[in-house]
């Protein structure tokens, strides 16, 4: 496999060109879209707007789903997506990767899957692999997918950008950019944001998304009850286990979402969800200021420098959650250490 790398600051409309030419190869018909396992709404949002796309070109398209996708997404990648896995043993003319900063994120083999492995990806810390790939430091992936269609519109290619991709790219770009509060946020993310709802974004479709469920009140009220603080370093975490998941009769999917209340709190810096199941502890981390995803690393995970996650096989979650909570105060110490030092 030929490896072709093109680092941020090469013009990316040399890059987005490459793509649309081997998309619009005449030999290219089946393409499968895979997204990083357990995806959030940046990366179904992107893959949502890309199959769109691809389909006004006349491509057979497969969305390649290894986790379920929740039914509060239903309207966004269609009914009979949720709640289902789809990895097909098909090979693809292509296959394009989305918001994948490792390939190890994949659960299976991509090359099996196809000869042409496209990687579309905005994150920090990518990790090379792939045929060809499009790597920009924006704070979505759905911020590429919308460059990559005005690029086809220059090219006077017959795609619209309607409303279904608007959408589908609005929602991933508000959820990465945790409603336009991360720090990280640019003027042009804003500009886009506009020009997406020109477009026709729905915005009560993804307000309907975000609403909480009512069952995750009983979990709040346990939670809030036995969360963590650490008022030296303004770390706030908590561990939820099964059992507390099953007896508010709530869902894993449905309890990460308590990490959106926390990393509000006034006086946090850092906020980690630990939430234990059978075999696995998914840690979930955010932050306002600290490159988290350095610690997340060293946990087989990764991300954003302010978001980040994992999956820990681990038979004692205490022992986990005070493993991660040292590492982030050893991060924190090394960079205030660090700024001390510049000045």
């Not at 460059?147 to 519109?153: E, H, S």
Request: net charge neutral; charged share 25%; hydrophobic share 40%.
């Amino acid at each position: 496999m030929v490896w072709l790398f093109f680092m941020y600051g090469v013009l990316d409309m040399d890059i987005k060109e490459q793509i649309i030419n081997k998309i619009l190869n005449h030999n290219v018909y089946d393409i499968a879209i895979v997204v990083h396992n357990n995806p959030d709404e940046d990366a179904i949002g992107s893959a949502a707007a890309l199959e769109n796309v691809l389909l006004q070109l006349d491509k057979n398209v497969t969305f390649v789903t290894q986790n379920k996708i929740r039914k509060r997404y239903a309207n966004i990648v269609g009914r009979h997506r949720v709640n289902r896995i789809n990895v097909p043993y098909s090979h693809f003319d292509m296959v394009f990767v989305l918001d994948c900063s490792d390939e190890s994120r994949v659960s299976f083999d991509l090359t099996r899957m196809s000869d042409t492995i496209i990687v579309i990806d905005h994150h920090a810390n990518y990790k090379e692999y792939g045929t060809l790939c499009w790597r920009e430091n924006v704070i979505s992936d759905t911020i590429l997918i919308y460059k990559l269609i005005n690029k086809m519109q220059e090219m006077k290619l017959n795609v619209k950008f309607n409303k279904e991709i608007a959408t589908a790219l609005y929602m991933g770009l508000r959820g990465d950019s945790f409603n336009f509060r991360n720090p990280n946020v640019t003027a042009e993310a804003h500009e886009i944001s506009a020009d997406l709802i020109k477009k026709g974004a729905d915005l009560n479709e993804i307000n309907e998304i975000e609403r909480y469920p009512r069952s995750i009140l009983k979990l709040e009220r346990e939670v809030w009850s036995n969360i963590m603080y650490d008022a030296n370093y303004r770390i706030m975490y908590a561990l939820i286990n099964k059992d507390t998941i099953r007896n508010s009769d709530t869902t894993y999917a449905e309890a990460s979402q308590i990490i959106d209340i926390m990393k509000l709190m006034q006086d946090v810096d850092v906020a980690v969800l630990f939430l234990s199941a059978e075999k696995n502890v998914y840690i979930k981390v955010r932050s306002t200021k600290y490159d988290v995803a350095k610690v997340m690393e060293h946990y087989g995970g990764g991300g954003h420098k302010l978001a980040a996650g994992a999956v820990v096989f681990s038979d004692s979650p205490f022992s986990l959650m005070n493993s991660v909570i040292k590492k982030i105060k050893e991060l924190i110490d090394k960079e205030k250490q660090a700024k001390k030092s510049k000045k």
